[in-house]
Structures are given as C-alpha cells and as structure tokens.
C-alpha cells in the first residue's frame, strides 16, 4: 500500500525482470548491506507480535481492494529503490508472496497453499527470465531440459 501512496520519482521505469536482476544478484551473501536492509525494514513492518502484523494485513488489504481497481496498470511506483508500472510491481509481489509462502509453510512444516494457476504462470515466467538474464538463456534450457548437461544450480536470485 505505502508504494501506491509515494509518488513515484520521475525516472524510467524497470520491468519486473529487471527489477529483481538489479536487486538481487545470484550468490549475493546475506549480510551484504541491500540484504541487511531488507530484513531490517521487515522486522520494523512486522512490528510486535503476530496479532498485530495479521490486524495490519488486513487493513492493507481492505485498502487494496479499494485503491487497485482505480488504478491504471501503466500507472507508475516506486518498488524498493526503482520505479515501475503498476502492472509489473504487481508481478514482483506475487513473486514475493510465491516465495516466501512456500518458505513460511515449509517453517512450519505444513503444506504450502496452491498457487492460482494465472499467478503462478506469471511467477514462473518472470523467475525464469530472470535466472535467463543472470546465466544466459543456453544455462537455463539445460537446467529445465538436460538434467546431465545443465549447471548444478540455475536459479533467479
């Protein structure tokens, strides 16, 4: 919600793809500074308790459902240190929310939830134009084609 309510800096907006492979090179330890400042401003979002993180979830959410439908998907935002068009941040959410449900479930060793089928159509595509723009497309064809002849890992960030 807070990314629709700052405007954007006037500069070129990224796309998805771009985004995370500007943000998120592969191998990147997680004590680096970028990594060091994620975590910190999610502890500080997450606030003190479960309760309290779920009660401002909600409110966001109610607040989505009011503020998306108004906007237009070529309208721009600013993500975490880049602009993009409301459309292509869209997408760099659902990846988060993919990701980091499949982490939270695993955590708690319970099932992940399914991925709706549009969604995670567009999670995949986008995590594998990414991976394609950090490795090359030839890494990436092997990996998803030739188990034998692929890199050991091949992964988007």
Request: glycine share 4%; no cysteine; hydrophobic share 45%.
């Amino acid at each position: 919600v807070d990314s629709l309510d700052t405007e954007a800096p006037d500069e070129a907006p990224v796309d998805a793809v771009e985004y995370f492979t500007v943000s998120y090179e592969p191998g990147r330890s997680p004590h680096e500074e970028f990594n060091t400042w994620i975590r910190e401003i999610s502890e500080q979002f997450a606030g003190t308790s479960a309760l309290e993180l779920a009660d401002r979830f909600d409110v966001a959410l109610a607040a989505l459902r009011v503020a998306l439908p108004r906007r237009a998907p070529e309208e721009l935002v600013l993500g975490i240190r880049r602009v993009l068009r409301l459309d292509q941040w869209l997408i760099t959410r659902m990846i988060e929310l993919a990701v980091h449900i499949d982490d939270l479930a695993v955590s708690l060793d319970v099932p992940t939830p399914a991925i709706p089928a549009e969604a995670a159509d567009l999670v995949i595509t986008t995590l594998a134009r990414t991976a394609t723009a950090h490795h090359g497309a030839l890494p990436v064809i092997r990996a998803l084609s030739r188990k034998e002849r692929g890199p050991e890992f091949i992964g988007a960030f």
